[in-house]
């Protein structure tokens, strides 16, 4: 069965400081994965998508970037981090494909800037 | 362009009475509608989706939701209230037919019950 990882799952980060956090997704090939982010009393907010190796989607310009580097595998990084980064990030993947399957997240990882 | 309005930001019921969520989406294509809810610091977990099959739509935990093309609506209703229920509850838009499209989230629900 396909299972996401996440992690880390708390996370409180000096302002200025650099960022990584980390996704893979187990038992299924070319995945489509996606990160969020929900701030504060607000919906979610695509950040990324990546429909293969390489290919990254900004869906909002900001303080953060995306990267695929192997198939299962999606990082969200920033080299300097902004109060206003702040929040829940939650990854997520689905089948590529024309129908858009039911999609997957993972458990997210809880980022506080200070 | 897609959108998804939750027409109310916080519910309260109590427990073992009728829970109705609402939410109206705008698509211009033939839309694929999801609901999820998310537990305190949690994840998100599907709790149903529609893809153009029966309007009506059975999901996880006694939750059901109806696609109304003409009032362009997808309410999410559950016929008697848990506490376990108490969550935030997020409608979710995606254009079928576009591989890679990614999700368009309402703003969220907040659902209260009581005892």
């Known amino acids: 069965s396909q299972t996401i990882h996440q992690w880390p799952a708390t996370l409180v980060q000096p302002v200025g400081s650099p960022l990584s956090l980390e996704c893979t997704v187990e038992?299924?090939?070319?995945?489509?994965l996606y990160w969020y982010r929900q701030a504060a009393g607000r919906g979610l907010q695509l950040l990324f998508y990546s429909v293969g190796i390489g290919q990254i989607s900004s869906e909002v310009p900001q303080n953060l970037s995306a990267s695929r580097p192997q198939d299962r595998q999606f990082i969200l990084s920033s080299k300097k981090l902004l109060l206003s980064d702040s929040g829940f990030y939650l990854c997520?993947?689905?089948?590529?494909?024309?129908?858009?399957?039911?999609?997957?997240f993972g458990s997210g990882t809880r980022l506080t800037v200070v | 362009a897609q959108s998804v309005t939750q027409l109310d930001s916080h519910v309260s019921v109590s427990e073992g009475t009728p829970v109705l969520l609402r939410c109206n989406y705008s698509?211009?294509?033939?839309?694929?509608l999801f609901w999820y809810v998310q537990h305190p610091n949690k994840g998100l977990q599907l709790l149903l989706k529609?893809?153009?099959?029966?309007?009506l739509v059975k999901g996880i935990n006694g939750f059901e939701a109806e696609f109304k093309k003409s009032e362009t609506s997808f309410h999410l209703t559950k016929p008697s209230a848990h506490m376990s229920d108490a969550a935030e509850y997020f409608c979710?838009?995606?254009?079928?037919?576009?591989?890679?499209?990614?999700?368009?989230f309402g703003k969220g629900t907040t659902l209260s019950v009581s005892s």
């Open positions: 997520a993947w689905n089948q590529g494909g024309q129908v858009p399957y039911g999609y997957t």
């Open positions: 698509s211009s294509y033939s839309p694929s």
């Open positions: 529609y893809t153009s099959a029966a309007t």
């Open positions: 979710v838009v995606s254009e079928s037919g576009q591989a890679g499209t990614a999700l368009i």
């Open positions: 038992g299924t090939s070319n995945p489509n």
